[in-house]
């Protein structure tokens, strides 16, 4: 394997991450798993995406591909293979204004793509945290806060460019490669490697954002009546309930209702989100108008959820 590396250089003008690089402890695994994989890759342009690639398939090497990293599974790193780590490629491209086309690099991150809509009044309804990647989200759906309005991250995909197995690049659409561009919207991994999404943006305002609690022991009355008001909530609402948060307390930790209501009218805010503050004894209520790109937390900051 000694001379593969410069064959690989050849064609490739990203970065290359060997065992024994300095920086090959911190590329070799994702947030939550380690790996030892030969190679990690960096690709500066598409044209290095499709050079991994064919690589990867020449060596016979297990190929992972990264985007934030956040993968459970620790999808983005592997033992013995080649890692593609998108990083690099990270643009956030307004493409249009008439129709909020916005065009977003495969290694991009929402907390990225959320700054970069804010000052042009657009968001697109993605996850909750800032580190994630777009790409990762939503190959698997994307549950964000503006689901119950806008839908899943993958609802608001236009298109996609997408390099194949073959090294080969495509873009996938609803008339173009029709059926691969249905497999990319929620299939989750295999199908390529997406190095560009094309979403529809919808213009946004600042949100009602926030926690309202209640204590353990109304858990039992609480969460029932919160699931059944769900059913028939306004579209803005949406909202995620977490219990026995073992960072919290454990099973004496307060039943908390993290809430986001899509819009700046308090009085339709109040009216949406006071019938949630009416199902128990509140204890906490952090409820505020929160510009919707600073409602996305950090990594560190983020609280495993329990229900929703």
């Given at each position: 394997?000694?001379?593969?590396?410069?064959?690989?250089?050849?064609?490739?003008?990203?970065?290359?991450?060997?065992?024994?690089?300095?920086?090959?402890?911190?590329?070799?695994?994702?947030?939550?798993?380690?790996?030892?994989?030969?190679?990690?890759?960096?690709?500066?342009?598409?044209?290095?995406?499709?050079?991994?690639?064919?690589?990867a398939?020449?060596?016979?090497?297990?190929?992972s591909?990264?985007?934030?990293?956040?993968?459970?599974?620790g999808?983005?790193?592997?033992?013995?293979?080649?890692?593609?780590?998108?990083?690099?490629?990270?643009?956030?491209?307004?493409?249009?204004?008439?129709?909020?086309?916005?065009?977003?690099?495969?290694?991009?991150?929402?907390?990225?793509?959320?700054?970069?809509?804010?000052?042009?009044?657009?968001?697109?309804?993605?996850?909750?945290?800032?580190?994630?990647?777009?790409?990762?989200?939503?190959?698997?759906?994307?549950?964000?806060?503006?689901?119950?309005?806008?839908?899943?991250?993958?609802?608001?995909?236009?298109?996609?460019?997408?390099?194949?197995?073959?090294?080969?690049?495509?873009?996938a659409?609803?008339?173009?490669?029709?059926?691969?561009?249905?497999?990319?919207?929620?299939?989750?991994?295999?199908?390529?490697?997406?190095?560009?999404?094309e979403?529809?943006?919808?213009?946004?305002?600042?949100?009602?954002?926030?926690?309202?609690?209640?204590?353990?022991?109304?858990?039992?009355?609480?969460?029932?009546?919160?699931?059944?008001?769900?059913?028939?909530a306004?579209?803005?609402?949406?909202?995620?309930?977490?219990?026995?948060?073992?960072?919290?307390?454990?099973?004496?930790?307060?039943?908390?209702?993290?809430?986001?209501?899509?819009?700046?009218?308090?009085?339709?805010?109040?009216?949406?989100?006071?019938?949630?503050?009416?199902?128990?004894?509140?204890?906490?209520?952090?409820?505020?108008?929160?510009?919707?790109?600073?409602?996305?937390?950090?990594?560190?900051?983020?609280?495993?959820?329990?229900?929703?």
């Open positions: 394997m000694t001379s593969v590396p410069e064959t690989l250089r050849i064609g490739f003008g990203g970065d290359i991450i060997e065992p024994g690089d300095t920086e090959y402890e911190a590329a070799s695994r994702t947030v939550l798993a380690a790996g030892s994989p030969v190679y990690v890759l960096r690709p500066a342009s598409v044209a290095d995406v499709q050079a991994a690639v064919r690589f398939a020449d060596a016979g090497l297990v190929l591909v990264r985007g934030g990293g956040h993968s459970f599974p999808f983005g790193t592997n033992d013995g293979g080649v890692v593609i780590d998108l990083s690099r490629l990270a643009d956030v491209e307004i493409v249009d204004d008439a129709s909020h086309l916005v065009r977003v690099a495969g290694g991009a991150t929402w907390g990225v793509v959320a700054a970069a809509l804010a000052p042009r009044g657009l968001a697109i309804s993605s996850g909750d945290t800032k580190s994630v990647g777009v790409g990762g989200l939503t190959l698997s759906g994307g549950i964000g806060w503006k689901v119950r309005k806008y839908g899943l991250a993958l609802d608001s995909v236009v298109a996609a460019e997408v390099v194949t197995a073959d090294g080969e690049l495509v873009r659409t609803a008339r173009e490669h029709p059926e691969l561009f249905w497999a990319i919207r929620g299939g989750g991994g295999n199908f390529g490697v997406v190095t560009a999404f979403f529809t943006a919808h213009p946004t305002t600042s949100v009602f954002f926030g926690t309202i609690a209640f204590p353990a022991a109304e858990a039992a009355t609480v969460l029932p009546a919160w699931a059944e008001y769900l059913r028939t306004p579209e803005e609402l949406t909202s995620v309930a977490d219990f026995a948060n073992p960072f919290a307390g454990g099973p004496d930790a307060p039943v908390a209702i993290h809430v986001a209501f899509d819009g700046d009218d308090p009085e339709l805010a109040a009216q949406a989100i006071d019938l949630i503050r009416w199902l128990g004894t509140v204890v906490a209520d952090e409820i505020e108008l929160r510009p919707y790109a600073d409602i996305l937390v950090d990594a560190a900051t983020h609280r495993p959820v329990s229900c929703s």
